[in-house]
């Protein structure tokens, strides 16, 4: 069984700035994924990054990285230089590897860029 | 990239139609397919996983007479809703997943949706 679980439902931040959502997440399997997607308002599911649990290395992507500690079961994403395009719904999602891929995504966290 | 599509993007229809919803990959073969579904104002929940060849598996509650899904070819899947209701009105998504391997990674592509109101 997986569950992801989002605390924040909504969050803000100032353009320019840097915000960080949480995400906390339980799951039965040794081998799985996390990930963030994000959800615009034209509701295309867009991957913004992932990360593999076997790596202790936190996944980075240009403005987007993550603080992965999996004792705690917590992997929260961390947008820097926050721009206009970046307001979405921001989802986070467990998923066990191989056969046993599946994706739970959290309840989501919507995000709002002030100019 | 990966190109998932869903068709019709959006469809309207009276109580008690079906309507059937259409999901193809378009560069390449998915053996596996997820149909999720969406609220407003809420989260994807898996409704159920979609093999080529072989039936599909349904999420707990989701009812497989209602909700039925074909995955006839490596690049479509289809989600009939049968007799369709007003509280059938949602957001579906379907979505291709890529197992990996050989320098491949896993991922799984999403298709941009399909908006049922049912009347």
């Known amino acids: 069984a997986q569950t992801v679980t989002q605390s924040q439902p909504e969050m803000s931040v100032q353009e320019a700035e840097t915000v960080t959502l949480s995400c906390t997440y339980d799951t039965s399997e040794s081998d799985y994924y996390l990930f963030w997607y994000k959800q615009p308002p034209s509701r295309q599911m867009i991957l913004v990054i992932r990360?593999?649990?076997?790596?202790?290395q936190n996944a980075t992507e240009n403005r987007f990285s993550v603080n992965f500690q999996k004792a705690a079961k917590s992997f929260s994403l961390k947008i820097s230089d926050s721009q206009l395009g970046d307001a979405a719904m921001y989802f986070c999602a467990v998923s066990g590897g191989g056969s046993n891929y599946k994706l739970t995504f959290g309840k989501g966290t919507l995000l709002t860029v002030n100019p | 990239g990966a190109v998932v599509s869903q068709h019709p993007s959006w469809v309207i229809c009276k109580s008690g139609t079906s309507v059937k919803i259409e999901c193809r990959s378009l560069?390449?073969?998915?053996?596996?397919m997820f149909w999720y579904r969406q609220f407003p104002k809420q989260s994807l929940m898996l409704m159920a996983t979609s093999n080529e060849g072989s039936k599909a598996t349904y999420e707990q509650g989701v009812e497989k007479d209602k909700f039925l899904i074909n995955h006839a070819s490596l690049t479509l899947s289809t989600l009939t809703v049968t007799s369709a209701h007003p509280e059938d009105s949602s957001f579906y998504i379907c979505?291709?997943?890529?197992?990996?391997?050989?320098?491949?990674?896993?991922?799984?592509?999403f298709g941009p949706g399909t908006r049922l109101t049912v009347l």
């Open positions: 560069d390449f073969q998915a053996t596996t």
């Open positions: 979505s291709a997943w890529i197992a990996g391997g050989l320098g491949l990674r896993m991922m799984e592509y």
């Open positions: 990360q593999e649990a076997y790596k202790q």
